[in-house]
């Protein structure tokens, strides 16, 4: 039997909020929290539960954070109804973190970018990509609307401590190669099931080659392979993220020597390909030596996945003097008001537009098949955003093929998925 003491990264951080000294996976702990976030389709049924506690007020108005996203602007009355909740939910208790139209973003890249989140935090989300924030040491997870409810109640949350898995990265990305096509080689090697309940621990000298964007992206996707949480370890780079963004004093916590982990994979960066997953799992992934020509309809480059700066001047480098293909429609989704405010500064809105795409303000829309992009019958679309599943993102008989911002624009150039040396 392997020492109690012998901890993961996610267990020591989990025993620090639990007060105790050591702790084992399968454990059932009562744990703080750092940080409670909802949205305006998860947060309307926390308030109702929440109503139920006869509390005067949530735990802490400071780490309460509700991000209207999903469906705003509002696309109709049943959206503006939720969103209308929310805001009075949010005036009542003097919720300091409440982000509507105008000062929104998508949730998971706008906490971070607001100094919300620090390493060692355990922040706890109504929404399954909540696991975002593990790319800066942090313990996240997705929970339900009725625990969310407790934990705004409580500052509490109770997890069963999760086993774990080692991802140990070595190499280098190549050109046009980013930590999307990480995680959809990592899910394609485990299935969307590889990971269930566990976490996902990345260590190795291949993260100092890793950007802290494409950290968010592979911790975001930690939940398609059932990952309970995909965490990093803290280095410089995390450091200076977390200065530069003015989050509070972070907690370092190094997996010691001898954790156990359930199993230990090696990743060569340097061997990983553009990655494509086709419908309708995450887990169907294919590299180009074995795609076919697909003609699409719909581009989406955007979501809490893949709508940040980077992958906007990534877009915006295969796309400068460029003209989409006549019959793809392309939308670029900018994650936050300031990522929207500096790619418009950059100039990046006006090679998009040149080349035939419209820009949406921020919104998880088209994701999730809300508004903003919905597919028909028999249309296929090449999205940065993380599922695929049918129906995800509108017609039960349209198809989603999960890609990098770099695919995608390769693909709205040429009308068919493809790789940027194919268009460049």
Not at 6 to 16: C, E, G, R, W, Y
Not at 135 to 160: C, E, N, P, Q, R
Not at 265 to 290: C, G, M, Q, W
Not at 350 to 372: D, E, W
């Amino acid at each position: 039997m392997k020492n109690a003491k012998q901890m993961t990264m996610t267990q020591k951080i989990l025993a620090d909020h639990a007060k105790l000294d050591h702790l084992v996976a399968g454990q059932l702990i009562l744990a703080d929290v750092d940080m409670v976030l909802g949205n305006d389709i998860t947060s309307p049924v926390a308030i109702k539960e929440f109503a139920k506690f006869k509390k005067d007020g949530v735990f802490d108005k400071e780490k309460v954070a509700m991000v209207m996203d999903h469906f705003a602007p509002n696309k109709d009355i049943n959206a503006a109804q939720q969103c209308k909740l929310c805001r009075s939910f949010a005036q009542e208790h003097e919720i300091t973190n409440f982000y509507d139209t105008g000062e929104m973003g998508i949730e998971h890249v706008l906490l971070p970018e607001k100094g919300l989140v620090a390493a060692g935090d355990i922040v706890v989300g109504a929404d399954s990509h909540t696991c975002t924030y593990g790319a800066l040491g942090a313990f996240s997870t997705g929970v339900g609307s009725t625990d969310m409810a407790f934990s705004m109640a409580t500052g509490k949350a109770w997890f069963k401590v999760p086993p774990a898995i080692k991802f140990y990265l070595t190499g280098e990305l190549k050109e046009w190669v980013s930590g999307k096509d990480v995680i959809l080689h990592i899910i394609g090697k485990i299935g969307v099931a590889g990971a269930l309940y566990k976490s996902m621990e990345f260590t190795g000298p291949g993260l100092k080659k890793l950007s802290i964007d494409d950290r968010f992206t592979i911790s975001n996707m930690a939940i398609e392979a059932g990952g309970k949480n995909g965490i990093f370890e803290v280095d410089e780079q995390t450091l200076a993220f977390l200065e530069e963004v003015g989050a509070k004093e972070p907690r370092i916590h190094k997996a010691d020597p001898d954790a156990h982990y359930e199993q230990v994979y090696e990743i060569n960066l340097s061997e990983i390909e553009s990655t494509v997953a086709y419908p309708h799992l995450p887990e169907n992934t294919r590299t180009f030596k074995d795609i076919e020509d697909i003609v699409i309809d719909q581009v989406v480059i955007g979501s809490c996945t893949n709508g940040r700066l980077s992958d906007l001047v990534t877009a915006a480098k295969i796309l400068e003097g460029k003209k989409i293909a006549k019959n793809v429609r392309t939308i670029i989704i900018p994650a936050t008001q300031k990522i929207y405010l500096d790619a418009m500064e950059m100039g990046l809105f006006k090679t998009f537009i040149q080349a035939g795409a419209v820009v949406s303000t921020p919104t998880c829309g088209p994701c999730l098949g809300g508004h903003m992009g919905i597919l028909a019958e028999g249309e296929r679309a090449v999205s940065t955003t993380n599922r695929n599943f049918v129906g995800r993102m509108g017609h039960p008989k349209s198809e989603v093929y999960l890609a990098s911002p770099a695919v995608a624009a390769a693909s709205a150039i040429s009308g068919k998925i493809s790789h940027p040396s194919q268009v460049l």
